[in-house]
């Protein structure tokens, strides 16, 4: 079992920066492929970004590639993602998750834990 808790979210002007960090219990934390969602109000969750667990090999969605990264600490237990230039359209619910396995996951289904989330609002 994992328990994830996200931190960082919060209200940014158009063009500015946050980070959000999760940090997760257990002490498999490196065994497991973390992965960072959204959710818009009315709208479906979508994958973000990913990062695998042995490689640390990362993918984005097209529209952040460029403005976010996501990073891991193993030590910590914490994964981050850094966002720069955001846009309004970047507001939305943010959340972690975590699934075991070697490779990075996509797929809201391909996850087997999630945090409780955290609110980013960018202002225009």
């Known amino acids: 079992q994992v328990q994830l808790v996200e931190s960082g979210g919060g209200l940014v002007q158009a063009g500015g920066s946050l980070r959000l960090s999760c940090a997760a219990s257990?002490?498999?934390?490196?065994?497991?492929?973390m992965g960072w969602f959204r959710q818009a109000p009315g709208k479906e969750r979508d994958f973000v970004a990913a990062i695998a667990s042995s490689s640390g090999t990362t993918n984005y969605a097209e529209s952040v590639k460029g403005r976010f990264t996501i990073s891991r600490d193993n030590a910590k237990n914490t994964v981050y993602l850094q966002m720069n230039s955001l846009k309004p359209e970047d507001t939305a619910v943010y959340f972690c998750?975590?699934?075991?396995?070697?490779?990075?996951?996509?797929?809201?289904?391909?996850?087997?834990?999630w945090g409780q989330g955290t609110q980013v609002t960018v202002s225009s």
């Open positions: 257990g002490r498999t934390f490196s065994m497991y492929t």
């Open positions: 998750a975590a699934t075991p396995g070697t490779t990075w996951r996509v797929g809201v289904r391909q996850y087997d834990y």
